[in-house]
């Protein structure tokens, strides 16, 4: 399996995702700005690869304090976590994870500054494992929607790489090819930052599952030939509503897959629910450097100067998704129920 992130007691290591698929280079990182720099930056990216990477993010700034008392500490932890909360905004995740390592240490505090280290890295490491569990069920329920021979389009990467590991939307691909079915993955390149044609056609090759690598624009094309059986991406954020926020573009692959009568599915764990936000219109959506549109691996694709907009994320409304695949069951429209009874009744 791709390791995308592990802790070690040299830091959080991390596979360093801009490289790819030139190389492959692990990076550690050794303190929790280095961790918040990484998200930012995208060496991890992907919604529950984040939530990962956060909780070890505030595990290291933690294990790292040179507090000399639970109120030091307390004054650290607030600093550690407002640095890792604020790298990326759409991903729930991020936010998720930092909440629940901000409970684990308000159950410890009172039992002395080691027993707090060590339950942080404890409940890291539990999210981490406990990621690539949710992904293999989500993977086992997800599948049984894929036809025994199916052209799968997917949006971005929701693999192994966004993920601790097997991978949301990839992890139903893989599922599928696991039960025998015979399927081929249409990866779209995911403009700007070629999530698609770097991350998603590297993993799959790796795997031996076929995967053909098209570029953003010819999805539509695609899908009036006949081309395309269904539709498969992850997600950053759910509202309470099923509206799902995504990486830029996956909302157009939505509207085309309606269209064209192709069922548009979405499998994101149970942490990537927001069911606090009533609609997607309330997500808040990434504005990223306009470098990123302006050049492609440093070479410039625009005159210098040109206005560029670079919003990394959009919202598909819930009325073009078919099905929302998550590691509890699969939920399907009315999604403000579904979702509800999928999340339990504690959740916000
Ligand atoms: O900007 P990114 O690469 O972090 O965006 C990733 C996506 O949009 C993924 O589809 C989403 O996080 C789900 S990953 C399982």
């Not at 894929?146 to 990839?170: F, K």
């Not at 953003?216 to 759910?238: K, N």
């Not at 219109?281 to 440093?298: A, K, N, Y």
Request: charged fraction near 25%; hydrophobic fraction near 45%; glycine fraction near 8%.
């Amino acid at each position: 399996m791709i390791r995308t992130i592990e802790w070690t007691e040299a830091g959080v290591v991390m596979l360093d995702q801009r490289l790819l698929p030139g190389e492959e280079v692990y990076r550690t990182c050794g303190d929790y700005r280095a961790v918040a720099e990484a998200i930012r930056t995208m060496v991890i990216r992907g919604a529950p690869a984040i939530g990962v990477a956060a909780a070890m993010g505030v595990a290291l700034g933690v294990r790292n304090s040179s507090a000399a008392n639970a109120a030091e500490l307390d004054a650290d932890l607030t600093r550690i976590c407002d640095v890792i909360a604020g790298t990326r905004p759409t991903a729930v995740n991020l936010f998720w994870a930092v909440e629940r390592m901000k409970k684990v240490y308000a159950r410890t505090r009172s039992e002395g500054i080691e027993a707090v280290r060590a339950a942080l890295v404890r409940e890291a490491q539990g999210m981490h494992r406990e990621d690539v569990e949710a992904n293999r069920q989500m993977g086992r329920f997800g599948q049984e929607l894929i036809p025994q021979e199916a052209r799968v389009l997917t949006h971005c990467n929701a693999g192994a790489l966004a993920t601790a590991g097997y991978g949301t939307a990839l992890g139903v691909v893989r599922a599928a090819v696991e039960a025998g079915k015979r399927i081929e993955v249409f990866a779209d390149e995911t403009r700007p930052f070629l999530q698609g044609a770097r991350l998603t056609a590297w993993e799959l090759m790796r795997d031996r599952i076929p995967v053909t690598v098209i570029t953003d624009s010819m999805a539509g094309h695609l899908m009036a030939r006949r081309g395309i059986d269904c539709v498969i991406v992850g997600a950053d954020r759910i509202a309470a509503n099923g509206d799902v926020a995504n990486k830029i573009g996956t909302y157009s692959v939505a509207v085309l897959a309606k269209e064209n009568g192709i069922p548009f599915y979405v499998a994101a764990p149970v942490s990537t629910l927001d069911l606090s936000l009533a609609d997607g219109s309330q997500i808040p959506i990434e504005e990223r450097s306009p470098e990123e549109v302006r050049s492609l691996r440093g070479v410039a694709v625009t005159p210098e100067a040109a206005r560029v907009c670079n919003p990394a994320f959009d919202i598909t409304p819930h009325r073009y998704v078919g099905a929302i695949i998550t590691e509890r069951g699969v939920a399907r429209a009315p999604y403000a129920e579904s979702l509800r009874a999928l999340a339990g009744p504690c959740s916000s």
